[in-house]
């Protein structure tokens, strides 16, 4: 049997990251598995992944990839919402201390 797991982007670093690559550790021992990142940010991954387990990108966007300049790239997406005003636009943004009420 075939297992793919599908994440935004395995390249990066993060709880949801480390659960799929240990799940699909686990799995491989038995059964065949890839991991499918929609999105390539960087070279390697923050994680080491098992050389039997294949990884894949959908998407390459580093820089010098055929798909960073792509036509469409820099349009708004239809299937995923714009951030709303005031959103976090960084990890420090979006951790600021809540205001007494």
Known sequence: MKISFLINNIYGIG????AVINLAEALAVRQDVEIVSVFRRATTTKFEIAPRITARALVDLRPGSADRGAAGSDEPSEVVPAAPTGACTSAASCHR?????
């Open 15 to 18: 709880g949801t990251n480390r």
């Open 97 to 101: 201390p809540r205001a007494a009420p």
